[in-house]
C-alpha cells in the first residue's frame, strides 16, 4: 500500500524529473531551493529516505523537521 507520505515524495521528485534516479540508485540525495523557505533535502542510502527542511543556526545547517523512513 503507498502512503500518502510516498505518494507526495514520488510527486515532487516527478515534477523535478529525478524520480528514475532515485529509484536506481541506492546513494541519492536533492536539495530544492526556494526563496523565503527552508531548503528540502531528499536523501537515500539504501532503504533508508531521510527527508528534512534545513535552516541555517550559528553557522551549521540544522534539519527541523527530519523523517526518516525505511523501504522494502
Do not use: K
Request: hydrophobic share 40%; glycine share 2%; charged share 25%.
Amino acid at each position: 500500500m503507498t502512503t500518502l507520505f510516498q505518494t507526495m515524495i514520488e510527486h515532487l521528485l516527478r515534477s523535478h524529473e529525478v524520480l528514475e534516479q532515485f529509484q536506481a540508485h541506492t546513494d541519492f540525495h536533492v536539495r530544492f531551493d526556494m526563496p523565503h523557505y527552508n531548503r528540502l533535502v531528499i536523501e537515500r542510502h539504501d532503504a533508508l529516505i531521510s527527508v528534512a527542511h534545513y535552516f541555517e543556526q550559528n553557522g551549521d545547517l540544522v534539519p527541523d523537521p527530519d523523517v526518516e523512513v525505511r523501504i522494502a
